[in-house]
């Protein structure tokens, strides 16, 4: 599936005038939430705008549903209308290399509606590499129209992820580190260990071990245990980390994969959810 794009490919769209194109920067890091703000007005690829996780892609926390919630869709669609993007711009998203940031605003969009929305290959640090420019000038946006149609069948909410991974009607996977899934560590939340019944995908798995993403023939390799139709739903901590493996899964072919939003933190504000360790 076409879903990560090279700086080459960005560049010549970037640089054709006839081409409606939108470019976002989502760099970010979870242990100083200033981070990214802060990098992107040091250095950005030109005419690039800034998604932050926890003020664009993510909605207001409340008791439940995860320490990343989806963002409410009217206010996300506003957010990057006034940014320059239309249903019919071209959106490219990017951190620092291939991280989970930016597969996190590919998700958003593709959950909104926007069909033309791609992952920049190896994120800046690609884009400097291929000895195209950065600025840190700010670029003023032609505002748009972003209407969006939300696409409810890419989601499972809790009640829904226990049900089907108790019967057997879906498969689970956890994307975070084997140490938090089996519950050796836990440096974010008040439980370690993992949702009874996910099976340890790590997030960074889809990728060599130098950070690029590995090609379809590798990652139909990394998920040969499961069947192209099956119903995958994938979770991490938050929701974040979940969209590469999405991404993964969506180049290796299948067709029937969906986020859970709130993943393990959502899980655990459960008082009734049990969860599942396996110390080592």
């Excluded at 939300?150 to 809790?158: A, G, K, P, T």
């Amino acid at each position: 599936m076409f879903i990560t794009v090279t700086a080459d490919w960005v560049y010549e769209k970037k640089n054709d005038s006839q081409i409606d194109i939108a470019i976002f920067d989502t760099r970010f890091d979870l242990n100083d939430p200033t981070y990214g703000l802060k990098t992107f007005k040091k250095d950005h690829i030109v005419g690039a705008h800034y998604l932050d996780l926890n003020k664009d892609l993510s909605g207001d926390v409340q008791v439940h549903g995860g320490s990343h919630p989806l963002p409410d869709p009217e206010k996300f669609a506003m957010n990057v209308g006034e940014k320059g993007v239309g249903n019919d711009t071209i959106v490219v998203v990017y951190d620092e290399g291939n991280g989970m940031f930016a597969a996190r605003a590919w998700w958003v969009f593709k959950y909104l509606g926007h069909t033309q929305v791609y992952v920049l290959e190896d994120g800046i640090k690609g884009w400097k590499q291929s000895g195209y420019e950065t600025t840190d000038k700010l670029t003023e946006p032609t505002p748009r129209t972003f209407t969006p149609n939300v696409h409810e069948e890419e989601i499972s909410h809790m009640e829904e992820v226990k049900e089907k991974v108790s019967q057997n009607e879906a498969v689970l996977f956890d994307s975070r580190a084997h140490d938090r899934y089996v519950g050796n560590v836990e440096p974010m939340y008040a439980k370690a260990g993992h949702i009874p019944g996910a099976k340890n995908y790590f997030w960074q798995d889809v990728l060599h071990e130098d950070g690029t993403w590995k090609n379809e023939a590798l990652l139909q390799e990394h998920f040969k245990d499961f069947d192209k139709d099956e119903e995958i739903i994938v979770s991490c901590g938050s929701g974040v980390s979940a969209c590469p493996n999405i991404i993964g899964l969506k180049k290796a072919g299948f067709t029937n994969v969906k986020l859970y939003p709130g993943s393990f933190s959502d899980w655990i504000s459960y008082k009734e959810n049990k969860v599942e360790t396996k110390v080592e």
